[in-house]
């Protein structure tokens, strides 16, 4: 492939790329502790829609703290782990092969 045709190509896997930050903007992740006391939902791009809090952890703030901590740990990691999955598809499927970077998205 040609200097010019392998910049064509990124061209077109960094819009790809774009394209699909774009859609995991539509993916929603939907965390809730142990108990359903606490829910959250977070986009797979990791931006927060809706946290949900049952009245009774309204009474202990540290119990609170401790609950969004976790919940939204658990949906961040899930998020992040999509995310990841997501995007490393549309690379590794799109890049063109560059001499030397053959174990780059291994």
Known sequence: MDL??????????????EDTKKRLDTVLIDEQS???LLKVTLTANTKIKSITIDDSLLEDKEQLED???LVLNKAIEKAAT??????DAVAKMDMPMIPGMDNLFK
Request: charged share 25%; no cysteine.
């Open 67 to 69: 609950y969004l901590i």
């Open 34 to 36: 142990n108990d359903s």
């Open 4 to 17: 010019m045709g392998m910049m064509g190509k990124l061209r077109e896997t960094q819009q790809k790329i």
């Open 82 to 87: 999509i995310n990841q999955a997501e995007l």
